[in-house]
């Protein structure tokens, strides 16, 4: 078996290949892409698998590339979705395409004089010259309807089963502009691969299909499983539903760094085959370990150091790290100006005037301070008995005093055990 599908399985992140994969990637050095649809000004914790799969295969000598989506950002992928994504304007989403080029830079060796560095592509650049008629003439009458209506993610939308009835014909022609990517790639680029999650099998195979008809050529495709925890349940989301972001103005390197400290047994086990880079014998050891004295958490310690080195740098890993022994092991009788200059860029944080915040009702300081979503949910939580101010349960009648101002200065909120947010008076 290929080196690089054998890591793959042993780590838990193989799903499916064409026939033929393998033998490809025993041949020859093969260039391979993923693509990266721009619907935030940042990826989240669910890209980091297909950003992995691709510096996985840069290791194992072969040349990825990303594709972030500039074109098929404007449609929106319909593959897993039970709802029609609203479009965005051109502006928005060239910001977007941006901001994900300069995160992505940041995880694959894209320097150097080697033959399998990583390169970078942006659809929109080859989508923007050609005209729909155009499109219509030379590609689309490649695939029959009949072949697109076969697909998964089409089908699950005309039949409701995905939540919803129908589906436009700007989504339903998703699959098409996708495999012309492939086609557009294999034909400049030398790409014979496409990877993706599980729910993109139908779009890489309508690539392959493409260059098959189109070009005569031979090309493939590999999936890896879609990532939900060990329960079942959503991988990536916090309880409120909130994104853990890339990007640590969006979720701070702290509350990153906690994420994976507080994986369940089960979870940590499986995370730390998926997102790290540690070899099959440490990972081994390491859950032997674990099991061994469970209670001093040192698969999850294990786990929350690599990625969020990985994501963000060791100097952030330490701040997070120290930030979390600094609030969990100490009292407010130990908390002054120095620890919390210390700990605040690892936490998010909002800076308010004095003025504006002295006699200023929790609600509206939760709200406000952009710690909530919505004074809905600073009522929802101040009911529910989860938020402290300073170690402090406080209820829906508290307002702030120029005495609750740690060193004339600071103060700490926090909802339930975990989540913290820092203010800072000026």
């Keep these: 078996m290929n080196s690089f599908i054998e890591e793959l399985k042993w780590r838990g992140l193989f799903s499916d290949m064409m026939p033929g994969t393998d033998e490809q990637l025993n041949k020859e050095m093969t260039t391979a892409y993923i693509g990266f649809d721009p619907t935030a000004d940042s990826l989240h914790i669910g890209s980091l698998i297909q950003i992995k799969i691709l510096a996985h295969f840069q290791q194992h000598g072969h040349k990825p590339i990303a594709l972030v989506g500039g074109a098929t950002g404007m449609i929106g992928d319909p593959s897993g979705k039970s709802a029609e994504r609203n479009l965005l304007d051109e502006e928005t989403l060239l910001h977007y395409v941006e ?8 995880f694959l060796n894209f320097d150097g004089e080697e033959s399998n560095k990583a390169e970078l592509v942006n659809n929109y650049d080859w989508m923007k010259q050609i005209s729909f008629l155009d499109f219509a003439k030379n590609v689309g009458k490649n695939i029959t309807v009949n072949y697109m209506m076969a697909k ?23 699959q098409l502009i996708q495999g012309y990517d492939f086609l557009h790639l294999y034909q400049n680029n030398g790409v014979k691969l496409q990877m993706g999650g599980s729910d993109q099998w139908g779009n890489i195979t309508t690539g392959t299909e493409l260059i098959r008809r189109k070009a005569q050529g031979t090309a493939f495709a590999l999936t890896v499983p879609l990532i939900t925890k060990a329960d079942g349940s959503k991988f990536g989301k916090s309880e409120s539903g909130e994104n853990y972001w890339l990007d640590k103005k969006k ?11 507080n994986a369940t047994d089960s979870d940590a086990e499986r995370f730390i085959k998926f997102y790290t880079f540690l070899g099959k014998e440490e990972i081994e050891s390491l859950i032997e370990e674990h099991k061994t004295a469970p209670h001093e958490r040192k698969l999850q310690k294990k786990l929350a150091e690599e990625v969020t080195i990985w994501v963000h740098g060791r100097e952030e890993y330490e701040n997070a790290m120290r930030a979390s022994e600094i609030l969990f092991s100490k009292g407010m009788e130990h908390m002054n100006k120095l620890i919390f200059n210390d700990i605040y860029d690892a936490i998010n944080n909002f800076e308010w005037n004095k003025n504006d915040i002295i006699n200023l009702n929790i609600i509206d300081l939760l709200f406000e301070s952009r710690f909530l979503n919505s004074k809905s949910e600073a009522q929802r939580e101040i009911k529910g008995n989860s938020i402290s101010v300073n170690k402090q349960k406080v209820n829906a009648a508290f307002t702030v005093n120029e005495s609750d101002l740690i060193d004339d200065e600071f103060l700490l909120l926090q909802k339930g055990k975990k989540n913290y947010f820092i203010i800072k008076v000026i």
């Design 99 to 106: 901001c994900l080029k300069n995160q992505l830079s940041r």
């Design 152 to 174: 998964d993610s089409v089908k699950k939308r005309l039949t409701g089963e995905a939540g919803v009835d129908g589906m436009s014909f700007t989504e339903f022609t998703y």
């Design 251 to 261: 979720t701070s390197p702290y509350k990153f760094y906690q994420f994976w400290l």
